[in-house]
């Protein structure tokens, strides 16, 4: 079993839509949750890192953790064509590395 | 800061010659990361150094692989000799110690035929 599960997509939405993305963990102790967003040929980018349990907002996305069931969500509400990229989720415990889900390819469109 | 910069971006090779892959991290960055990413297996930690030092080496895939941090400016990823299965995107990324502050590279796609 992979220490974190993502469904890869692709997920494809209308503008407007709202988005919900998932990651599974089954490693107890991870403490940091952050979401990557990655466009083509890029690298990926910060875009959202939370340390415990519950909500953090963040303009038009919300992260969520639940640790109890090792379960974390990005929600993006309002989603512009400008979103479409691939989210990975990334997980780290108590030290410098980090484990990142396979990623979820999202295309909004007009 | 111009960020992390990896070279070169892209890299075409015949299998079984010797491929360099180079990144120059983020300047005062103590953490320094090489990660491979494939369709099939996402991104994988290769490799990460701490302070120059290699911390935790447990996914170079064999002794194809081997990394270098000389100093603290620069870093590379070795693969000699090269197999078409190889054939990955490659990035390196550094951060300041801290799980919410890496920043990765462009990357450099390494073609193996």
């Known amino acids: 079993q992979k220490e974190v599960e993502q469904d890869p997509g692709p997920l494809s939405v209308p503008e407007g839509a709202i988005v919900s993305l998932n990651c599974t963990y089954s490693?107890?102790?991870?403490?940091?949750f952050m979401w990557y967003r990655q466009y083509s040929r890029k690298g990926p980018e910060l875009l959202m890192y939370?340390?415990?349990?519950g909500n953090k907002e963040d303009g038009r996305f919300t992260a969520q953790v639940d640790k109890s069931s090792k379960y974390i969500s990005l929600f993006i509400r309002d989603s512009q064509p400008s979103d479409s990229a691939s989210y990975l989720c990334a997980l780290s415990g108590n030290t410098d590395k980090l484990i990142f889900g396979t990623g979820t390819r999202l295309q909004v469109f007009p | 800061d111009a960020g992390v910069i990896q070279s070169p971006r892209h890299e075409v090779t015949e299998m079984g010659q010797e491929v360099t892959l180079r990144c120059k991290p983020i300047?005062?960055?103590?953490?320094l990361f090489w990660y491979r990413q494939t369709m099939m297996r996402g991104l994988e930690l290769l490799i990460y150094f701490n302070n120059n030092v290699p911390i935790d080496d447990s996914g170079m895939p064999e002794d194809r692989f081997s990394a270098k941090m000389p100093n603290a400016s620069f870093s590379t990823l070795k693969i000699q000799p090269s197999e078409p299965r190889d054939s990955a995107v490659y990035f390196c990324?550094?951060?300041?110690?801290?799980?919410?502050?890496?920043?990765f590279g462009s990357g450099t796609r390494l073609t193996v035929v």
């Open positions: 939370t340390y415990s349990s």
């Open positions: 300047s005062g960055h103590n953490s």
């Open positions: 490693n107890s102790a991870f403490q940091y």
């Open positions: 990324a550094s951060s300041l110690s801290s799980p919410d502050g890496y920043t």
